[in-house]
């Protein structure tokens, strides 16, 4: 078998494993991509979610895979049959989530590990819980066993010749709750885009599949504004190199960026989520990952939303790479390319689990990786709140300290970790602050904070001195603030902020 394998790679490397949560315990558990003796069975949805039994833990796949479908029957389902207690975990879902009113309060209990905005309002009113934890290790607490699903539903695109199915636009953590899941129900929908990686699951794994064929969520942006164009424009002429690798969200100001690197050369990206704005700048050749040393010619990347534009170019793309020897073996006679060829193939895209994506070492191999997030607010010391409005829940860590540390932290020295935003927020208030609001979270120390940046320029603040942070963010502040800041900071610090030592 290995000597076979050598014709379609050559020389096979032996290479060190890299070392990920949960290691010691992978002998136990299912590998989704490897096919089973066995055919799922294939129900109507009603059917399907009947197993669903009170004080039952749930997990439910997230983002643009939300299996909505599965989610309204689960709902009829416990309300129909006065189930107590069952605990649903996810990710932040898309689309609608009735479970989570007010009358149902009895038969579920929402688990975010990452609030979304259909969860805020039942979070903050204590009808759900979220817990903090980063994107990394999500996956830990599955591998780990301090989380076993008693089952976990799924959105996945149709199965191939061989039942080859996969997640799509999601590898994150649901990877890692089909591994540890005790049932497995899949929404099977032929509009989801065929993406290779930790996206790979073999059909016999199901215990149960339901056809539903829907389009996904379409997330699309409003066109930033004067503000956000202005903060892209700074971002890419003055802190993104040629050859950069880049870690972006989605919103506005990453739009903005993206439209402002149209003349940049040989990006590379290496994220936790993509969005329509990559696809533009691949087409045009301006994300090329020549310059990666680790995944080179690839995008990597967790989890995707946006518009059809972007699912349509996730989609069975004949120069998508896969993530293992066995995704490749399996999908060779579709592919239909000769062996010669499959040596030099350009592998653009791989959608892995979270704790690979986010690992920190793993972001810190990229070259010149260049980590941009934002924030809710920042005091004049450099602490950065992301995951609450003062004590009301708004998100979560989700991947931004991990992708902040190992640009940070990386190993040619030349990466860069920003925070973008506007200065003002849209009631006019500024975004610096001279204390945090209370009860706000941070969730970048200020010793983690390195480039800040707003419509009105960039502040360094690493090494300085608390006095040179809070003159450094005073003149980036909006200017109908810059005076209260100053003479809020003289009352914090006991002295005038200065640029000197």
Not at 9 to 26: E, T
Not at 127 to 155: G, N, S, T, W
Not at 290 to 302: A, T, W
Not at 407 to 415: E, F, I, L, T, V
Request: net charge positive.
């Amino acid at each position: 078998m290995l000597r076979n394998l050598g014709l379609i790679f050559g020389k096979i490397q032996r290479v060190k494993p890299f070392h990920l949560y949960g290691q010691r315990y992978l002998g136990t558990l299912r590998e989704p991509s490897q096919p089973l003796k066995r055919c799922p069975k294939w129900v109507c949805v009603e059917d399907a979610v009947k197993i669903i039994n009170s004080e039952h833990l749930v997990f439910i796949q997230g983002g643009a895979g939300t299996p909505m479908e599965l989610v309204r029957a689960m709902t009829e389902h416990g309300i129909c049959n006065n189930l107590r207690g069952v605990r649903l975990l996810h990710l932040n879902l898309e689309g609608d989530t009735p479970f989570a009113n007010p009358e149902f309060e009895k038969h579920f209990r929402s688990i975010s590990l990452y609030v979304g905005y259909n969860l805020r309002e039942a979070v903050n009113e204590g009808r759900a819980d979220c817990i903090p934890v980063f994107m990394h290790e999500i996956p830990k607490l599955f591998y780990e066993k301090q989380i076993v699903p008693d089952i976990a539903l799924i959105h996945v695109s149709m199965p191939d010749a061989r039942g080859f199915c996969s997640l799509g636009v999601n590898a994150d953590c649901t990877r890692a709750a089909i591994c540890t899941a005790k049932v497995l129900i899949a929404q099977v929908n032929e509009h989801i885009p065929r993406s290779f990686g930790d996206t790979l699951v073999h059909s016999s794994h199901f215990d149960w599949a339901v056809r539903h064929d829907c389009p996904l969520p379409c997330v699309g942006c409003l066109l930033p504004n004067d503000l956000e164009q202005e903060i892209g424009k700074i971002i890419a002429q003055r802190l993104i190199e040629d050859g950069a690798t880049l870690q972006l969200g989605i919103g506005c100001i990453p739009d903005s960026i993206f439209c402002a690197l149209v003349n940049h050369k040989d990006l590379g990206i290496h994220s936790e989520i993509i969005s329509d704005g990559i696809v533009d700048l691949v087409q045009h050749g301006n994300i090329t990952n020549k310059c990666k040393l680790k995944h080179r010619g690839r995008i990597v990347n967790s989890f995707a939303i946006g518009t059809k534009k972007l699912y349509d170019f996730l989609h069975n793309n004949p120069v998508i790479g896969m993530a293992n020897w066995l995704t490749l073996i399996a999908l060779r006679k579709e592919i239909k390319f000769s062996c010669h060829f499959i040596i030099r193939i350009i592998v653009m895209l791989e959608m892995l689990a979270a704790n690979y994506v986010n690992n920190c070492q793993v972001i810190s191999m990229q070259p010149k990786m260049t980590a941009i997030n934002s924030c809710i607010e920042m005091d004049l010391t450099g602490q950065i709140c992301s995951d609450s409005l003062g004590c009301k829940m708004y998100s979560g860590f989700g991947g931004q300290l991990d992708f902040t540390r190992g640009a940070a932290n990386s190993q040619d020295g030349r990466g860069k970790a920003i925070i973008a935003f506007p200065s003002v927020t849209s009631r006019g208030e500024s975004k610096i602050q001279p204390v945090l609001k209370l009860g706000a979270g941070v969730v970048i120390t200020r010793a983690h904070a390195h480039y800040i940046v707003t419509e009105h320029g960039v502040a360094n603040l690493f090494g300085k001195t608390l006095r040179q942070r809070a003159n450094a963010l005073i003149q980036i502040a909006h200017p109908d603030h810059r005076e209260c800041l100053e003479k809020a900071a003289f009352e914090r610090l006991k002295s005038n902020p200065t640029k000197y030592l």
